[in-house]
């Protein structure tokens, strides 16, 4: 047990030896896939002669009943209940931040291409019968599959008592808020949620560990046509140790044993630096067994457990990596130099005082994890896993036409005529249709204002970050503009000629007003826009500017100006400004300046008010912006 | 050809036939399984001997050589050469969004559990052959690949032509920057790349469609003991188009076409809601066959179209579900109202405007989609398909200790003594080691402050909301502590005993002293906080907090606060407090009140300081604050 073998000396081929994996025989893979075909061919009653075959156990409806539920949770041990409770919690609170990403994006000018997580419909969280029931394997696939919201969650386990199901296990499923249980396990189980079979739904997905069988019939199902997706290839479980001189030999045996313990063909590897650690830790081992119950099991698992000799962190990240480990234990001093350099794990336990044994159970992250290498492409379970993502494409018609060329092009160049047809009819019509052909929302406008005295053109688009393009006669004011528009991160296009042979007057409030009613128009239904800005840059001078986009306009403007100009901007413009953009926006908007230079604090407020405006209008979701916000 | 069959008639049995797909005869699959076994045993020569006799082409490398390549990129046509990095920027533009997210969670008092995302270290892309190179595949592909950061990225293709891959796809592969091409293809690649034969190296992920062979061996592959992992179950393309009385026929046509043009076993289906429409879209189908280069086979794909009539949105959310398209198009005036109730679907195209052609090529959404139903269960390729995720988990003694007692209750629950072992033997020796054995980094500090004047304990944890206790004897100071500690998201622990029988100054100066000192050490080295927050919560009263967490002490305050005291608390020592805080925290901190009422102005300003905190402690990435911000 634990006899070591020296990777600095090794070669290739022999160190690859040293990081096999037990051979695995695909005994139970035959007779799972013959079991599955036989379940899809005959439905029910060859679910139910399997069921009664190999469990003895095909009641007429395989769910147990809700009072079997209540009173397994009524009899369960109120200390149990409470662990179960703060495992389900600890492990809510790392996995409420996974989840794959809703998002917008305008990949080309006009066309807003999305992305949307959904839940799956129907998952089956399969909980094996071990020694005992797998209460931790309910908690780590439960929770993700709430977090991600997933509508209808059933549990199958194997047939265990007169309850149909263990009653432990049965409590724990009550203590989550889950009700739908069936008493069934092995093959017969996979291929019956994979066909909707004897009183269980079709299952989008399927998860959850199990024996040789299961997995078999897991990577059957979803092999075949309209198969449902599974978890994870799942294999026998595996731990490698990595411990120095100073590693606490106790600590590394008790982690060492406590994956042995698990099953017979559990693998366990130890990599030490040096033969006294080892043989410390190998006395711990034998020490330890003594007092474990499931010595039997742990002690078969050791025989074939591998220990290696390396010479530096190099060496033992090399070994970690070519192993890819489904758990990875780090007992040495540069355990975070290690934790940077491993790039292939499932789950990394740091240091003395974080055993796998916590992560089995309790600490957080999921333990249904990547085994037999799946690791160097697999993490383990996670919220995504329970969703799918939408893409979701809107186009104008100027989008159509600023995709058409390259559309076609490689159309033509993959040989589909159709293709490019289909591109082509949009570009061609896209041009001849006039404008107030509707197409999806967009949030841009173009707004004209005429009057004798002005003639303004604004042209907004709150998706695109820049170019804007801004010429009103007044440079100081282009300036002003300008920095609203890059402040805001957003285009903005004016084109202004108004009476600036009389005063700067009219031209700045018309200017303003369009302005105010194109963000009006482009924000729409403000459909997951912030309802609040604010924000206040820092200088000699200090500004800030809060808005709130209710529709309600109001303007309030503190702060004295030195002065009468900046350039041949009339400072005295500043407040009116903000009154004009208000009023047009239907906004309330309230601005503070104070400093000492004009210059800066013009400059100051305007910028403000892009920055302010950049949170104001920022897409958060895709919901309206008085409801909370969830992904869609 | 389009003939309409009647949802609302239709019983659920004719409802299922309606939707159902073209059988697939898995001939190709038995096929693959015998490739693939043969070379996992026969290596090498026998990926040659597959090659010579399907594809007949066996070179002694089957590297396509970098002169090849280059050749190839010289002679591409600059305008396909500019379609192609067009088509590549749209979808960076869109994928950049994606990528699992890294976090970090306090998960137990003294437990930080977190996720790490990276990439997959080899993938491989099959790029198949077909009418033409697809050159759209390779693009879909490479550059979630290289957004992922996949460090080596293999692409595969069947021989064509003398330079063994056609040089359009060498070309694209060059302007991709990609240079690793092999000249192989079905299920002897997918063999070659799972084994690393023949000089292929041997991949951790195989992406890409390809026909029957090379799905059934990618599944294949999938399934055995240590196999590569693979993207998406693969099956024949399908597009659903939802369109109204007012949807274009030639748009919808054309995109029923474009479809149909891919594949005689391509599935068109049109879901419409009066006969009318039918029979103008069929019309034009019809005529737009007679220009198509590819009518046969859109023809042959055609003939097993399925046209069903509904008679409302909701029936047509149902039948979108039921299916669960790769592709949906929605032609209609009601389509927003659809794109949120189709729960199942690989893209969603919206209105006119939007081709699936345009999604096929370049608008940014990835082209590689879920088909046959796989909808359900999964999305398209993402940056995530190319990443893997890793758990990560790190405790202090106190850690260890708080997750014990759970953890051990349900090791005994499964009958898991070694697992209860490893947790206990930490919990026994966590209490009695000394405290300065090292642990991991925790954002916690416990302080205490003695004098004669008071003394004070101050523990504070910036991972963690809450729950706070508070006792200093000055019932609004506590409450104002409160604040801070509610508003900042935090937890402080505040137990002071001070001179209250002289007055209140003593104690609440130390008491921000020290808890400045605790905030200060908590923060660390400050890795991943953001280095200013600042805040304005609006009321009758308006209270403002900026805060440098910089290091350099700097306290200013500004406004007059009317009164004395609020409840016991005098309103001269605010100031004084955040002068306090200021000093001991090492930090700048700018407070601003104005208003009317003590109480408010008070209560505003230390709100605003928690609110403040909150974003200036948050921990917004792995690195140092002043580092750009990259997942770890």
Same mark, same amino acid.
């Given at each position: 047990m634990l006899e070591p073998q020296n990777w600095s000396a090794a070669d290739a081929a022999t160190r690859r030896a040293m990081l096999q994996r037990p051979?695995?025989?695909?005994?139970? %893979?035959?007779?799972?896939?013959?079991?599955?075909?036989?379940?899809?061919?005959?439905?029910?009653?060859?679910?139910?002669?399997?069921a009664d075959r190999l469990d003895?156990?095909?009641?007429?409806?395989?769910?147990?009943?809700?009072?079997?539920?209540?009173?397994a949770r009524a009899g369960l041990d109120e200390a149990d209940a409470e662990a179960i409770l703060a495992a389900a919690d600890a492990v809510r609170r790392f996995h409420v931040r996974q989840g794959y990403g809703s998002y917008s994006v305008e990949t080309w000018p006009g066309v807003t291409a999305s992305r949307r997580a959904t839940p799956v419909d129907v998952v089956a969280l399969y909980v094996p019968a071990g020694s005992a029931p797998l209460v931790s394997t309910l908690i780590m696939l439960a929770i993700p599959a709430q977090l991600a919201g997933v509508p209808r969650i059933v549990i199958v386990a194997p047939p265990a008592g007169p309850q149909g199901v263990d009653p432990?296990?049965?409590?724990?499923?009550?203590?989550?808020?889950?009700?739908?249980?069936?008493?069934?396990?092995?093959?017969?189980?996979?291929?019956?949620?994979?066909? %909707?079979?004897?009183? *269980?739904?079709?299952?989008?997905?399927?998860?959850?560990?199990?024996?040789?069988?299961?997995?078999?019939?897991?990577?059957?199902?979803?092999? *075949?046509?309209? %198969?449902?997706?599974?978890d994870l290839p799942a294999g026998p479980s595996e731990v490698m140790v990595i411990a120095d001189a100073n590693a606490d030999a106790a600590f590394v045996a008790s982690d060492l044993l406590s994956q042995a313990e698990h099953d017979p063909s559990a693998q366990v590897m130890l990599?030490?630096?040096?033969?006294?650690?080892?043989?410390?830790?190998?006395?711990?081992?034998?020490?330890?067994?003594?007092?474990?119950?499931?010595?039997?099991?742990?002690?078969?698992?050791?025989?074939?457990?591998?220990?290696?000799?390396?010479?530096?962190?190099?060496?033992?990240a090399d070994i970690a990596n070519a192993y890819a480990p489904e758990h990875l234990i780090l007992q040495l001093g540069e355990a975070e130099a290690l934790v940077r350099r491993v790039r292939h794990a499932g789950s990394i336990f740091v240091g003395a005082w974080a055993p796998e044994a916590a992560g089995d159970y309790a600490a957080g992250p999921n333990h249904t994890l990547p085994t037999g290498g799946a690791?160097?492409?697999?993490?383990?379970?996670?919220?995504?896993?329970?969703?799918?993502?939408?893409?979701?494409l809107r186009a104008s018609k100027a989008g159509a036409a600023a995709m058409a060329p390259t559309v076609e092009r490689l159309a033509a160049l993959e040989g589909l005529a159709g293709h490019a047809t289909?591109?082509?009819?949009?570009?061609?019509?896209?041009?001849?249709?006039?404008?107030?052909?509707?197409?999806?929302?967009?949030?841009?406008?173009?707004?004209?204002r005429k009057t004798k005295e002005t003639d303004i053109t604004v042209f907004v688009d709150l998706d695109r970050?820049?170019?804007?393009?801004?010429?009103?006669?007044?440079?100081?004011?282009?300036?002003?503009?300008?920095?609203?528009?890059?402040?805001?991160?957003?285009?903005?296009?004016?084109?202004?000629s108004g009476d600036l042979e009389i005063d700067a007057h009219h031209t700045i409030e018309d200017v303003c007003l369009t302005l105010g009613e194109a963000l009006h128009e482009a924000l729409g239904d403000k459909r997951g826009i912030a309802r609040f800005g604010f924000e206040l840059p820092m200088d000699e001078t200090r500004a800030g500017v809060w808005i709130d986009l209710s529709g309600r306009p109001f303007a309030k403007f503190e702060g004295e100006i030195p002065g009468e100009r900046v350039g041949e901007f009339p400072v005295e413009m500043v407040p009116h400004a903000f009154r004009s953009l208000a009023e047009s926006m239907k906004a309330a908007i309230h601005v503070r300046v104070e400093g000492e230079n004009a210059h800066h604090m013009v400059e100051g407020s305007f910028?403000?008010?892009?920055?302010? *405006?950049?949170?104001?209008?920022?897409?958060?979701?895709?919901?309206?912006?008085?409801?909370?916000?969830? *992904?869609?």
């Open positions: 051979e695995s025989t695909d005994t139970a %893979g035959a007779a799972a896939r013959e079991i599955v075909d036989a379940i899809y061919a005959g439905g029910e009653a060859a679910v139910r002669d399997y003895g156990y095909a009641p007429a409806d395989f769910r147990v009943d809700a009072a079997a539920i209540a009173a432990v296990l049965l409590a724990a499923a009550s203590l989550l808020g889950l009700d739908e249980v069936y008493a069934i396990g092995g093959a017969q189980a996979v291929a019956a949620l994979a066909t %909707g079979s004897a009183g *269980l739904p079709r299952a989008d997905k399927i998860f959850g560990p199990g024996n040789a069988w299961v997995a078999a019939a897991k990577a059957y199902v979803a092999s *075949l046509p309209g %198969g449902p997706a599974v990599v030490c630096f040096d033969a006294a650690t080892r043989e410390r830790i190998a006395a711990e081992v034998e020490t330890q067994l003594m007092g474990l119950p499931r010595a039997d099991i742990a002690r078969q698992a050791m025989r074939h457990s591998r220990t290696i000799l390396c010479e530096s962190l190099d060496q033992a690791a160097r492409a697999h993490g383990g379970v996670t919220v995504e896993a329970f969703q799918k993502t939408t893409t979701i289909a591109m082509r009819l949009r570009r061609e019509w896209a041009q001849a249709w006039p404008d107030d052909v509707s197409g999806p929302r967009l949030r841009t406008s173009a707004r004209r970050d820049g170019p804007s393009a801004i010429s009103t006669g007044i440079g100081y004011f282009d300036h002003m503009l300008d920095q609203i528009a890059r402040h805001a991160g957003i285009a903005v296009n004016i084109d202004a910028k403000a008010f892009g920055r302010a *405006l950049r949170q104001a209008v920022r897409i958060e979701s895709e919901r309206l912006p008085s409801t909370k916000e969830f *992904l869609e």
